[in-house]
């Protein structure tokens, strides 16, 4: 069974910044907190698990989805 891991981050608005190094600092943040709560919950990575993790901005707002899915059979 193949699985895939889909990540998606919005990076239109004010915690991002103006300029692309502002939001690659931001999106690394976001990736990095993601990171941490892999390791803590493996889970996560399971689609039948039920719940994955809200991406979120430095302050608060959601920003991003992580889904993890298996990949149908061609």
Same mark, same amino acid.
């Not at 430095?58 to 959601?62: D, I, L, S, V």
């Given at each position: 069974m193949d699985?895939?891991?889909n990540i998606s981050i919005c990076v239109d608005n004010d915690a991002f910044g103006d300029t692309y190094d502002e939001?690659?600092?931001e999106?690394?943040?976001i990736? *990095? @907190?993601l990171a941490d709560l892999l390791e803590v919950n493996s889970d996560y990575l399971?689609?039948?698990y039920g719940y994955f993790p809200t991406l979120k901005d *430095? @302050?608060?707002?959601?920003v991003g989805?992580?889904?993890?899915s298996i990949l149908p059979i061609a």
């Open positions: 699985h895939i891991i939001q690659a600092v999106v690394a943040r990736l *990095k @907190n399971d689609p039948s *430095k @302050n608060g707002n959601r989805s992580f889904t993890p």
